[in-house]
């Protein structure tokens, strides 16, 4: 079975750092991300990564967050740093696979920044 789950979410004050953890079980995938969802507001990419190492990042994370993989252990990782308050939202972990095509995303963690 095909599973992403979450892990590392909460509360942090602003200027903080908090680390997410994505673990896929099932298979391999060819890009994970992590995307957010604040109330009220439609879910945006935060941060993308290949199977290669390529990196994407939303313009408004570049410089403080960092998105990596663990190919061997199959898990995805988000370090987030010098956190705002607009950084609060529920996290979600996604994977894609080409072959065959496949999209899966988690369940969820919330992160909060209070000012």
């Known amino acids: 079975q095909v599973q992403l789950v979450e892990s590392g979410g909460g509360l942090v004050q602003a200027g903080g750092s908090l680390r997410l953890s994505c673990a896929a079980s099932g298979k391999a995938f060819d890009v994970m991300g992590w995307y957010r969802q604040a109330p009220g507001k439609q879910r945006e990419m935060v941060a993308t990564?290949?199977?290669?190492?390529?990196?994407n990042y939303a313009d408004s994370v570049k410089g403080r967050f960092t998105i990596s993989r663990d190919n061997a252990k199959n898990t995805m990782y988000l370090q987030m740093n010098s956190l705002k308050p607009e950084d609060t939202a529920v996290y979600y972990c996604n994977a894609k696979s080409i072959l065959p095509r496949l999209e899966v995303w988690g369940q969820g963690t919330l992160v909060t920044v209070s000012s």
């Open positions: 990564i290949t199977s290669g190492g390529i990196t």
